[in-house]
T-cell receptor, first 112, second 113 residues
Framework: TQLLEQSPQFLSIQEGENLTVYCNSS?????LQWYRQEPGEGPVLLVT?????EVKKLKRLTFQFGDARKDSSLHITAAQPGDTGLYLC????????????FGGGTRLMVKP | NAGVTQTPKFQVLKTGQSMTLQCAQD?????MSWYRQDPGMGLRLIHY???????DQGEVPNGYNVSRSTTEDFPLRLLSAAPSQTSVYFC????????????FGQGTRLTVV
């Protein structure tokens, strides 16, 4: 059982559709990050959220940190084929040292 | 600007063999870590270091050793390879854990036969 549960695990949608990916835990995090990974590459940071209730926007991507800092969501508006990839959330547990732990990932495919 | 460099990119080992995966960063980052990535499992933390001379265990440390003699280098040693260690290994570095960007290497694909 992973500390951070991501859902859905797989998502296949048509270009132009909207989608939301969730990252949930029963633990409290001091910060939470979202990364995107392409095949054969390491993950690349999209955003970091640190305050409960925080919302950050990155073009068509909207990230939200839950009020209790136990969960986060990533919403993509009008998805494009270039959004295809593996989306990973990662969190730093509150008062638990320096272990940055990752969720299992959501594999997104956007078809033209 | 090299960033995080991992070597080798591919490796095949026989069960019982030992080897060292190399990781070097040129960004003067204090925090370095090793993850393994298996299909459908995301990234699992093996070991991490908050600075030279300091290492700690992550979620799945068994069968692996690390050391951090310099800020730049953080090698991962497989003591006696097992087929269960077949995976893709990623090294990452950042100024601190969690609140700053983690930069990842390109990964080492390891197969143990």
């Amino acid at each position: 059982t992973q500390l951070l549960e991501q859902s859905p695990q797989f998502l296949s949608i048509q270009e132009g559709e909207n989608l939301t990916v969730y990252c949930n835990s029963s633990s409290v995090f001091s910060s939470l990050q979202w990364y995107r990974q392409e095949p054969g590459e390491g993950p690349v940071l999209l955003v970091t959220v640190v305050t409960g209730g925080e919302v950050k926007k990155l073009k068509r991507l909207t990230f939200q940190f839950g009020d209790a800092r136990k969960d986060s969501s990533l919403h993509i508006t009008a998805a494009q084929p270039g959004d295809t990839g593996l989306y990973l959330c990662a969190g730093l547990l509150l008062n638990a040292g320096n272990m940055l732990t990752f969720g299992g990932g959501t594999r997104l495919m956007v078809k033209p | 600007n090299a960033g995080v460099t991992q070597t080798p990119k591919f490796q095949v080992l026989k069960t019982g063999q030992s080897m060292t995966l190399q990781c070097a960063q040129d960004m003067n980052h204090e925090y370095m870590s090793w993850y393994r990535q298996d299909p459908g499992m995301g990234l699992r933390l093996i070991h991490y270091s908050v600075g030279a001379g300091i290492t700690d265990q992550g979620e799945v440390p068994n069968g692996y050793n690390v050391s951090r003699s310099t800020t730049e280098d953080f090698p991962l040693r497989l003591l006696s390879a097992a087929p269960s260690q077949t995976s893709v290994y990623f090294c990452a570095s950042s100024y601190v854990a969690g609140n700053t960007e983690a930069f990842f290497g390109q990964g080492t694909r390891l197969t143990v036969v």
